[in-house]
């Protein structure tokens, strides 16, 4: 009688153990592999969105918003992949089902306001920046209020947006340089040059603010290079640049010599500098 209740004590005992050890079931599976798949899938976002290709990442954000239609992260990443790729049109449209479908959120509505400036319809744009709430303080917000504020010729009110988001970024050089480029179309060329030059104290390498400091400095009638850092080719285009510049204020001998200097110092040949040249002398 006692080996028949160790019997049964053993058979129950290796039941037990049968159930502790009994492997997950298809459900538990399916949920574990769906949850790594949503963390892959958020990686993969996370890189299309940086460093890869910007029509791919569109391609990659449609095909998989179809399998997953209305999930509000892939529309995003979506719409931020077309701004990539140059095309604020079709941005404008994916930006608008989001806002619009009660699960977009403030920076939703500025990534709006910005496809909107990029296909020119200002009006639109700064209707959809009138929404944001006033609590929303980010650099992107006030770098397109400063836009806007400029498009309209509100000078104090640009200045100050312009200010403000230079002071919400740790890389202000694009903000910078677009406030300079502001003051250079009102006239304000020496307050330019002093944006222009913060700019490259930000990023050495911004071609664009060296071009405009070069024009701010000519329409001064300052026909000597800035000390900034320039490659060899770059320093060529500046000299183009600026002899342009002097010949346009009336300084043609000036402006002759500025483009042969870019002539020669272009490591291959410059043709736009050869052809002004050539023209000038003629």
Same mark, same amino acid.
Not at 116 to 125: D, T
Not at 152 to 163: G, H, I, R, V
């Given at each position: 009688? *006692?080996?028949?209740?160790?019997? @049964? ?19 538990? @599976? ?5 949850? +790594?798949? +949503? ?11 940086? +460093? ?10 449609? *095909? ?31 930006? @608008? ?116 400091? @070069? ?11 800035? +000390? ?6 770059? *320093? ?44 000038? *002398?003629?």
């Amino acid at each position: 009688m *006692r080996h028949s209740h160790i019997v @049964v004590a053993c058979l129950l005992g290796t039941a037990a153990l049968s159930a502790c050890n009994r492997g997950p079931s298809d459900a538990e @599976v399916q949920r574990a592999i769906k949850d +790594v798949n +949503v963390i892959d899938e958020s990686n993969l976002s996370d890189i299309m969105l940086t +460093v890869g290709d910007p029509n791919e990442a569109v391609s990659y954000f449609t *095909r998989t918003l179809q399998q997953n239609p209305g999930r509000p992260d892939l529309q995003r990443g979506l719409a931020k992949s077309l701004m990539r790729a140059g095309k604020s049109e079709d941005a404008t449209k994916v930006w @608008v089902g989001l806002v619009n479908s009660g699960q977009g959120t403030n920076e939703d509505r500025v990534g709006y306001a910005e496809a909107l400036i990029r296909s020119n319809k200002w009006a639109e744009a700064e209707a959809e920046l009138l929404k944001v709430p006033p609590t929303h303080e980010t650099y992107d917000r006030y770098r397109l209020e400063a836009m806007v504020a400029d498009s309209k010729k509100q000078w104090k009110k640009a200045d100050s947006f312009y200010e403000i988001a230079a002071g919400l970024t740790t890389k202000p050089a694009g903000v910078l340089n677009n406030w300079g480029y502001s003051k250079l179309n009102r006239g304000e060329y020496a307050g330019s040059e002093k944006l222009f030059i913060e700019a490259l104290k930000n990023d050495p390498t911004m071609f664009t603010a060296k071009n405009n400091l @070069v024009l701010a400095r000519g329409a001064q009638r300052k026909y000597d290079l800035p +000390v900034v850092e320039m490659t060899q080719a770059e *320093r060529a285009e500046l000299l183009y640049t600026l002899g342009l510049a002097a010949v346009k204020h009336g300084d043609v001998a000036v402006g002759r010599n500025l483009l042969e200097e870019a002539v020669e110092t272009h490591p291959q040949h410059f043709e736009a500098a050869a052809r002004s040249l050539e023209a000038l *002398r003629g």
